[in-house]
């Protein structure tokens, strides 16, 4: 029986991907190695659900048409770069996002749904980010953290203090070791699984608020995660679901 690498994710609009395609570049440009995001692979996962054959698949596709019917679409704003770090192969940098009711409610719904269908997730912190990029190095006389901290800034026009003190509402100390829903990490037989709301709500794009406006996103996708013949990993949506609690409510 055909086994698939699965995570659940909303996926990003063409604006978000030119936005972070420009981090990106902006950190391409001060390390010294690399392994950067396809912008066509930029995403926010939601569950990682590791490798799953065809049984496996129909449940999750269940899980998450059963959260998309009770939950209300996910306004998503961008927030700080941030790291988590490896002993080995090199760092992770990302782009963190605002945690918002709506994020939590459908990440921990979709826990909920998936349980109930026998996909049961590790017991990990979700941390909403978008991976820019893998196996990174500073340079030599740089910080990986301080120099995130300063793209941000430069990027923002926000203060770097203010941006490394907090990510979704915890201490910038605590976000560095590795999360539950990284899809490309090692595999898991039990992957991730939610946390208690990470903060309070933050608005955004506010005259007191120079943080870009919240992007509306409302569907949510079933992806795998497979390398074609080409040879490029790929992340693939396998079935998309339109975020309607809203309506049904």
């Known amino acids: 029986m055909a086994v698939k690498r699965l995570f659940i994710a909303l996926t990003c609009t063409d604006a978000e991907r030119a936005e972070l395609a420009r981090d ?6 001060r390390v010294r190695k690399v392994h950067p995001t396809a912008a066509g692979n930029f995403h926010l996962t939601l569950a990682f659900l590791g490798m799953q054959d065809e049984d496996g698949e129909r449940a999750a596709a269940e899980a998450v048409a059963a959260a998309a019917r009770t939950c209300e679409p996910v306004p998503l704003a961008l927030g700080p770069l941030g790291t988590f770090h490896h002993r080995h192969g090199g ?3 990302w782009r963190g996002v ?10 921990r719904t979709l826990v909920r749904e998936l349980a109930q269908r026998g996909i049961e997730l590790e017991a990990r912190p979700f941390i909403g980010h978008i991976t ?3 196996s990174v190095r500073a340079n030599k006389d740089d910080d990986l953290d301080r120099l995130c901290a300063e793209l941000t800034s430069q990027l923002s026009g926000q203060p770097a203090g ?5 990510l979704a509402g ?3 100390s605590e976000l560095t070791s590795r999360p539950a829903s990284e899809p490309s990490g090692p595999l898991s037989s039990r992957p991730a699984i939610e946390s208690p709301d990470l903060c309070d709500p933050a608005s955004s794009g506010s005259a007191s608020d120079p943080r870009p406006p919240a992007t509306l996103h409302t569907d949510v996708s079933l992806m795998w995660s497979h390398r074609p013949e080409d040879g490029a ?3 693939t949506p396998i079935a998309t679901f339109a975020l309607d609690g809203a309506a049904a409510s």
């Open 98 to 107: 605002a945690a918002t009711p709506e994020l939590n409610r459908l990440q």
């Open 162 to 166: 203010e941006l490394s003190d907090h």
């Open 233 to 235: 990993l790929t992340y």
């Open 170 to 172: 915890r201490p910038a």
């Open 132 to 134: 820019l990029a893998r």
């Open 91 to 93: 760092d992770v940098v």
């Open 24 to 29: 990106q570049a902006a950190l391409l440009a």
